[in-house]
Antibody, heavy 122, light 106 residues
Framework: QIHLIQPPTEVKKPGASVTVSCKTSGYIFGDYSISWVRQAPGQGLEWMGWIRIYTGDPSRDTYYEQKFQGRVTMTTDTMTTTAYLELRSLTSDDTAVYYC???????????WGQGTLVTVSS | DIQMTQSPSTLSAFVGDRVTITCRASQSIDRWLAWFQQKPGKAPVLIYRASTLQSGVPSRFSGRGSGTEFTLTISSLQPEDFATYYCQQYDSFPWTFGRGTKVEIK
């Protein structure tokens, strides 16, 4: 069975950074990519970016939505089959559920993690 | 960026009704469109991708379209189908979602 396991919650203060983890299992990690999507309370889905599982040049293997460029970093650890999303300079507008999802360029998203609620509050 | 326009934003229907949700892309995306179902407090679930019904999804769901216009139809609405549905294009980066259609009980 395919699983993408995320911590349920994170609480951060404005100006801080958050790193959300996404532990995968049940498939060959390197055969897929990971996409990150967030959802603010009561709002729709917002695509944040994509990272290919590859040990080469990170600049070729990531795509960040322009809105988040300069503030976001997506990484992966092939040894632990875990993906990470780091978001910096948090504001209250970043309060949302952050989802990781298994993806393939050209094939889209198929499986989702359960989401991590990141609350930014002083 | 490709804009995805979904309609209606809310749909009220009875159990047993046939309902259709429309998604329009601001430029051609060939057939590279996915539909997700999301229930409150849960992660989205893939139900349709590139005109292919996903394994385990009831056949009352059907997706059609290519280019810029797409539809998701539920032939006979069941109680478990009341949820919010999102379309998403994956033709090119950045991938983009529609704003969602909430299907409510009438």
């Amino acid at each position: 069975q395919i699983h993408l396991i995320q911590p349920p919650t994170e609480v951060k203060k404005p100006g801080a950074s958050v790193t959300v983890s996404c532990k995968t299992s049940g498939y060959i990690f390197g055969d897929y990519s990971i996409s990150w999507v967030r959802q603010a309370p009561g709002q729709g889905l917002e695509w944040m970016g994509w990272i290919r599982i590859y040990t080469g040049d990170p600049s070729r293997d990531t795509y960040y939505e322009q809105k988040f460029q300069g503030r976001v970093t997506m990484t992966t650890d092939t040894m632990t089959t875990t993906a990470y999303l780091e978001l910096r300079s948090l504001t209250s507008d970043d309060t949302a559920v952050y989802y990781c999802a298994r993806a393939l360029y050209g094939d889209g998203i198929d499986f989702w993690g359960q989401g991590t609620l990141v609350t930014v509050s002083s | 960026d490709i804009q995805m326009t979904q309609s209606p934003s809310t749909l009220s229907a009875f159990v047993g009704d046939r309902v259709t949700i429309t998604c329009r892309a601001s430029q051609s995306i060939d057939r590279w469109l996915a539909w997700f179902q999301q229930k409150p407090g849960k992660a989205p679930v893939l139900i349709y991708r590139a005109s292919t019904l996903q394994s385990g999804v009831p056949s009352r769901f059907s997706g059609r379209g290519s280019g810029t216009e797409f539809t998701l139809t539920i032939s006979s609405l069941q109680p478990e189908d009341f949820a919010t549905y999102y379309c998403q294009q994956y033709d090119s980066f950045p991938w983009t979602f529609g704003r969602g259609t909430k299907v409510e009980i009438k």
